[in-house]
């Protein structure tokens, strides 16, 4: 904070009272959707479907394109083509990215309805407004499915696991996800456990069979 002070010319002195200030080691979360747990939130999702539909649209977009809370919070429909199946965001946290829309995402963006005068997607209570909370609604339908511990965030990560459980590699996850470089990709990498269970037998087998040669064709010892 300090620093963009500085930067920003609103501390005029440039000095930063919390340099040399060792900071608290932050602990990353990778939480992540089991298939059992989608379905729950997909029955959660859809009961508050008639009491909060704009909610509703705004998480099963987040789950649908693992784009982040404030890209869809603040989509807008001139971002969205649907007869390319694509979303064009004019800035994002990486700058402007392409979206590559599924199926079931275009299905989706066409059943909302447009509202004249409001060029946002997910419509809020005011006129020509967007919805302004979605963590308060979270914590009513993540406690519905029984998943307390989800956070929003939490459905980014788990569009990456499943691209990841599907055999999509790194660089294409990453230009799903519209991340700057592979480093911030690549904490995803050990959720792919199967690719590293098949190479850890396949090591195991060719140690212990060359091991298992090795003492047959060993000379036997003479007393």
Not at 83 to 96: C, M, Q, T, V, Y
Not at 125 to 149: C, N, S, V, Y
């Amino acid at each position: 904070m300090f620093s963009l002070a500085i930067l920003w010319g609103v501390r005029t002195d440039n000095v930063n009272p919390c340099r040399g200030v060792k900071r608290y080691k932050e602990q990353k979360r990778e939480r992540y959707l089991a298939a059992e747990e989608h379905q729950r939130l997909g029955k959660a999702l859809d009961d508050a479907r008639s009491a909060m539909p704009e909610t509703v649209n705004a998480f099963q977009l987040l789950l649908l394109t693992g784009c982040r809370l404030r890209e869809i919070h603040l989509l807008k429909w001139e971002y969205v083509f649907l007869d390319e199946g694509i979303i064009r965001l004019p800035d994002s946290k990486n700058g402007a990215r392409t979206v590559q829309l599924g199926e079931s995402a275009v299905d989706l963006l066409k059943r909302i309805p447009m509202i004249a005068g409001n060029p946002y997607v997910i419509t809020g209570r005011k006129d020509g407004g967007h919805l302004t909370d979605l963590e308060k609604p979270w914590r009513r339908i993540r406690k519905e499915a029984g998943l307390t511990d989800v956070r929003i965030h939490d459905l980014r990560h788990s569009f990456a696991s499943d691209a990841l459980e599907l055999d999509e590699d790194l660089i294409m996850i990453g230009k799903l996800l519209g991340h700057r470089d592979l480093k911030s990709t690549a904490r995803y990498a050990h959720l792919k456990k199967e690719p590293i269970q098949r190479a850890v037998k396949g090591i195991d087998l060719k140690i212990s069979a060359a091991l298992a040669a090795s003492s047959v064709t060993s000379p036997t010892s003479v007393d």
